[in-house]
Nanobody
Framework: QVQLVESGGGLVQPGGSLRLSCAASGTIFSISPMGWYRQAPGKERELVALSGVTTAYADSVKGRFTISRDNAKNTVYLQMNSLKPEDTAVYYC?????????WGQGTQVTVSS
C-alpha cells in the first residue's frame, strides 16, 4: 500500500511563494505519474501539475508554478510563485502506481492579505 504525506501549505500574501512537498512510501518508478490537484470551496478538484513521462500544467498556473521530483526520495515538489487569491484551495498530492490512484490527505493553501 502506498501512502502520500504532504507538507508545506499555509497562509501567504498575494505575490508570495510557497513550496509543497509530497513523499511517497515504498518504491515507485520515476515515470509514475505524480503531481498535484487542488479543490477550492464549491468547485471540482482540478489538475495543477503532473510529472511523469512528460510534465503538464494547468493553464492558470503556467509560468508561476514549477513541479519537480527527487526520485531517490520518492518525493514531488510544487514551487508556487506569484500566488494569487484564486490559488486558494486544498492541494492534494496524487500518484498513479500500478494502475491505481493514490491521494494525499490534502494541505490548505490560503492566499490573502
Amino acid at each position: 500500500q502506498v501512502q502520500l504525506v504532504e507538507s508545506g501549505g499555509g497562509l501567504v500574501q498575494p505575490g508570495g511563494s510557497l513550496r509543497l512537498s509530497c513523499a511517497a512510501s515504498g518504491t515507485i518508478f520515476s515515470i509514475s505519474p505524480m503531481g498535484w490537484y487542488r479543490q477550492a470551496p464549491g468547485k471540482e478538484r482540478e489538475l495543477v501539475a503532473l510529472s511523469g513521462v512528460t510534465t503538464a500544467y494547468a493553464d492558470s498556473v503556467k509560468g508561476r508554478f514549477t513541479i519537480s521530483r527527487d526520485n531517490a526520495k520518492n518525493t514531488v515538489y510544487l514551487q508556487m510563485n506569484s500566488l494569487k487569491p484564486e490559488d486558494t484551495a486544498v492541494y492534494y498530492c496524487y500518484l498513479n502506481w500500478r494502475a491505481r490512484n493514490f491521494w494525499g490527505q490534502g494541505t490548505q493553501v490560503t492566499v490573502s492579505s
